[in-house]
């Protein structure tokens, strides 16, 4: 789990949350260019992150995440915020990520998403599991429920 500290300026965070998962100061060091291209940030990369938008929030965010070697990825909507030009950059690093056998946990309501990333999809409906199984047969019965 990533956490961003409101007052630490963005390489701070960056630091911190791949201290967490484990990284040394060198293992950081050179991922460190890495992860500020990425998210594009570069010219924000020091200003407190409490100064960010939501979008340039997701942006450093995602790009730690798929630089820590975590061996879960958790997604919760968090390509929602973010413009369509980074969204697809996003798309396309989960998709070279599932190619290298990672796990992704993703969560969205955008099936489309579910359909090209995902090779297992669980319908939750209040808590509970109501579906567990292949895109391709959870959807539709999503579909008939919720249309």
Avoid at 46 to 58: A, E, F, H, K, L
Avoid at 75 to 91: A, N, P, T, Y
Wanted: hydrophobic letters at 40%.
């Amino acid at each position: 789990m990533l956490v961003f500290i409101q007052i630490f300026h963005g390489r701070e965070n960056i630091y911190f949350n791949a201290s967490i998962f484990g990284l040394t100061k060198k293992e950081i060091d050179e991922r460190l260019n890495t992860i500020i291209e990425f998210s594009e940030l570069q010219e924000f990369i020091d200003n407190p992150v409490r100064t960010y938008s939501s979008g340039m929030y997701m942006r450093l965010a995602f790009s730690v995440a798929i630089n820590v070697d975590a061996e879960i990825l958790l997604i919760d909507e968090i390509l929602s915020v973010g413009d369509q030009h980074f969204q697809e950059k996003c798309f396309n690093k989960m998709r070279e990520l599932r190619k290298q056998g990672k796990t992704m946990v993703y969560v969205t309501h955008s099936l489309s998403a579910v359909e090209e990333l995902c090779s297992r999809a669980i319908w939750l409906h209040e808590g509970k599991i109501r579906m567990d199984g292949q895109p391709k047969d959870v959807i539709p019965e999503y579909i008939k429920i919720t249309a």
